[in-house]
């Protein structure tokens, strides 16, 4: 393998997404770099995170009856058991919700849980707050997403955060999904939920990366106490 085939094969190819954004700013390097060139070298580098931010890895996705997987990148901020939001008709029981928050260094690109059909996907307008504080979940701009597997139906919402002013959704009601496959996309900063029955419980920790498409947060064959973590 070349050198120049050694690289490319480590570069995470760029969302279509993100081609207008990186085209103005693109544009607007050249511009400003003409007028100074300090500019010029500056909206470079904005070019360059623009491009990073945009990326859209491979991912490797378990294959297996029941594993709830990770659909963003970013950490685990909470884990609580909630009402689900009252516009997806999920449950009228508290069920457990997985949050996990994005920043702007994270990959947007969002993930199916599991295998399973769109039962319903709902969008909601909202205020813009730090998509890290809890109130986030009924306050903040988002798109809700039911998927039913079998008899088993769960919530996935994401939620614009500070920074993010547009959720992009990829798929439509009706359609079906393979765990780790793609069904949207949150620009610049934000947060996604997951909302698992009480009964199931999850496998990751508050404070934990995840890897969308990879990490397993849950497997919908166990219950019981959830695990416990410490930092080291």
Sequence with gaps: MSVYDSIRSGLAPIHKEGYPFIAI????SLVLGHLWTPFGWIGALITLWICYFFRDPERVTPVME???????????SAIATVLPPAELGLSEVPMTRVSIFMNVFDCHVNRSPLDG???RI?????IFINADLDKASEDNERNGLVISHGDLRIGVVQIAGLVARRIVSFVREGDTLAAGERFGLIRFGSRV????????????????????????????RTSGE???YRQS
Aim: proline share 9%.
């Design 122 to 126: 709902v969008y909601t307008p909202g």
């Design 226 to 228: 959830p695990r416990h």
């Design 193 to 220: 939920d997951v909302y698992l029955p009480q009964t199931v419980a999850p496998l990751v920790g508050v404070g934990q990366r995840s890897v969308a498409g990879e990490t397993v947060i849950a497997d919908l």
């Design 117 to 119: 059909r769109i039962e």
């Design 25 to 28: 700013a693109a544009v607007a």
């Design 66 to 76: 029941g594993l709830v997987i990770a659909p963003a990148d970013g950490r685990v």
